[in-house]
């Protein structure tokens, strides 16, 4: 009988988001004329920017013609695709950030997780508390961390809190790491690091020699000119971290699938003795032996987006969740919920009332209210207390779970 991975064990049984899955699918089968309204996992309910769409059958006709067939596509991402990233989401801000340092790939939660097999497994690493789960387990099933312990915090893992008393905002640690995930817009708490709080991290970074590796997947959602949109905002960025983005918020791309990685040329790593090697090589090497490319299909439907055309339909798809998000903190707030985010990003961050625990909350807002939403605990010990609700359902539901609540 073969041997398994025993780094496994170490997680809890269920994936945060597969847990809530079971529990709605027990209530909905002993409650069939419930009418449940899904505000917990964060995804879109929009249709594909025209634009997408658009660009997506003239891609699909060019597959059905031998002179217009691609086969496997580039690992790295097809040229035109990056390019466009690297005008559009950097050039244009006046960010040094070209094609070649682009990683295109089918989503920054695949990046966010597999980016960590190119590091050591000695490499001591810091996440925020609370925090989006994928940074986490991916660690633990690689062997970098040692047991869940009984405050539920893995030994050999720097935790960061993030509370309402420092705003939700992680402060770099005492000791030294060499691996830091940082999420801004933040998920789950839908707060967001401004500039001289990042510029606190790149100087941690560079005195440390560590690397910072920036979830930036909600970036298009900051309405708010004093928060920065990618990391390379700050100066000597380039020189400590990575960035992942995403068109699945951005775009409507949840379930076509597309995101991409920047690591700049000069972001370096160390070997055992000492030697300087380039991080973007060492990825490279990993995305041609371990991933084919994304489809050509969806390069094309993602590049559509930067036009001025493109720009106008995805600002009117964020800014339709935008209005989901002031619609649920208004309808909270009245309520006389406390509430966090959702003004630079699509999710909000309520404290549980009745000093309810986060699953107890949970379990009475889907018998009693049938709304269901994502317990905070689940994303750390420090989300115990909170739940989150993301803006991303329709209109019609967002208005519904709210009037239900104020009743």
Same mark, same amino acid.
Request: include cysteine.
């Given at each position: 009988?073969?041997?398994?991975?025993?780094?496994?064990?170490?997680?809890?049984?269920?994936?945060?988001?597969?847990?809530? #899955?079971?529990?709605?699918?027990?209530?909905?089968?002993?409650?069939?004329?419930?009418?449940?309204?899904?505000?917990?996992?964060?995804?879109?309910?929009?249709?594909?920017?025209?634009?997408?769409?658009?660009?997506?059958?003239?891609?699909?006709?060019?597959?059905?013609?031998?002179?217009?067939?691609?086969?496997?596509?580039? %690992?790295?991402?097809?040229?035109?695709?990056?390019?466009?990233?690297?005008?559009?989401?950097?050039?244009?801000? +006046?960010?040094?950030?070209?094609?070649?340092?682009?990683?295109?790939?089918? +989503? #920054?939660?695949?990046?966010? $997780?597999?980016?960590?097999?190119?590091? =050591?497994?000695?490499?001591?690493?810091?996440?925020?508390?609370?925090?989006?789960?994928?940074?986490?387990?991916?660690?633990?099933?690689?062997?970098?961390?040692g047991n869940l312990n009984s405050d539920g915090r893995f030994s050999g893992v720097v935790y960061l809190p993030c509370?309402?008393?420092?705003?939700?905002?992680?402060?770099?640690?005492?000791?030294?790491?060499? *691996?830091?995930?940082?999420?801004?817009?933040?998920?789950?708490? $839908?707060?967001?690091?401004?500039?001289?709080?990042?510029?606190?991290?790149?100087?941690?970074?560079? !005195?440390?020699?560590?690397?910072?590796?920036?979830?930036?997947?909600?970036?298009?959602?900051?309405?708010?000119?004093?928060?920065?949109?990618?990391?390379? %905002?700050?100066?000597?960025?380039?020189?400590?971290?990575?960035?992942?983005? =995403?068109? #699945?918020?951005?775009?409507?791309?949840?379930?076509?699938?597309?995101?991409?990685?920047?690591?700049?040329?000069?972001?370096?790593?160390?070997?055992?003795?000492?030697?300087?090697?380039?991080?973007?090589?060492?990825?490279?090497?990993?995305?041609?032996?371990?991933?084919?490319?994304?489809?050509?299909?969806?390069?094309?439907?993602?590049?559509?987006?930067?036009?001025?055309?493109?720009?106008?339909?995805?600002?009117?798809?964020? &800014?339709?969740?935008?209005?989901?998000?002031?619609?649920?903190?208004?309808? *909270?707030?009245?309520?006389?919920?406390?509430?966090? $985010? +959702?003004?630079?990003?699509?999710?909000?961050?309520?404290?549980?009332?009745?000093?309810?625990?986060?699953?107890?909350?949970?379990? &009475?807002?889907?018998? !009693?209210?049938?709304?269901?939403?994502?317990?905070?605990?689940?994303?750390?010990?420090?989300? &115990?207390?909170?739940?989150? *609700?993301?803006?991303? +359902? #329709?209109?019609?539901?967002?208005?519904?779970?709210?009037?239900?609540?104020?009743?």
């Amino acid at each position: 009988m073969a041997k398994i991975n025993e780094n496994y064990l170490k997680l809890p049984q269920n994936y945060l988001f597969t847990e809530i #899955s079971r529990r709605v699918k027990i209530f909905q089968n002993e409650n069939p004329a419930a009418e449940i309204i899904r505000l917990g996992i964060g995804d879109v309910t929009q249709p594909l920017p025209k634009v997408c769409i658009d660009a997506m059958t003239a891609a699909v006709a060019e597959m059905g013609n031998a002179e217009t067939f691609r086969g496997y596509g580039p %690992e790295q991402g097809y040229l035109f695709l990056r390019e466009k990233i690297a005008e559009w989401n950097y050039q244009k801000r +006046g960010l040094n950030v070209n094609a070649d340092e682009i990683f295109i790939s089918d +989503g #920054s939660k695949c990046d966010c $997780g597999n980016i960590q097999e190119i590091f =050591s497994l000695d490499s001591k690493f810091a996440v925020a508390d609370p925090v989006y789960p994928v940074y986490l387990d991916t660690n633990v099933m690689a062997g970098r961390t040692g047991n869940l312990n009984s405050d539920g915090r893995f030994s050999g893992v720097v935790y960061l809190p993030c509370t309402a008393e420092n705003n939700f905002n992680p402060a770099p640690p005492d000791e030294k790491v060499d *691996l830091i995930y940082l999420c801004s817009p933040n998920n789950p708490t $839908g707060t967001t690091l401004d500039k001289a709080a990042l510029a606190n991290w790149v100087d941690y970074a560079q !005195k440390n020699d560590a690397v910072i590796l920036y979830d930036a997947a909600y970036a298009a959602y900051i309405t708010e000119k004093k928060i920065p949109r990618s990391i390379y %905002e700050i100066d000597g960025a380039r020189e400590v971290a990575i960035e992942f983005r =995403s068109f #699945s918020k951005t775009a409507g791309f949840t379930g076509t699938r597309c995101g991409y990685v920047v690591i700049p040329e000069n972001l370096y790593g160390k070997t055992s003795t000492g030697e300087k090697v380039p991080l973007k090589n060492l990825w490279l090497r990993r995305q041609s032996t371990k991933f084919n490319g994304t489809a050509y299909i969806i390069q094309r439907g993602a590049a559509a987006i930067y036009s001025d055309e493109g720009q106008a339909q995805i600002k009117n798809l964020i &800014e339709y969740y935008m209005t989901n998000a002031q619609i649920i903190r208004a309808g *909270l707030t009245a309520a006389g919920f406390t509430v966090y $985010g +959702g003004i630079n990003a699509p999710y909000i961050w309520l404290k549980t009332p009745k000093n309810l625990s986060s699953w107890n909350f949970f379990d &009475e807002l889907l018998t !009693k209210y049938n709304i269901v939403g994502t317990p905070g605990a689940g994303f750390g010990p420090c989300g &115990e207390g909170f739940l989150r *609700l993301t803006a991303f +359902g #329709s209109r019609e539901n967002t208005l519904a779970a709210m009037q239900r609540l104020t009743k």
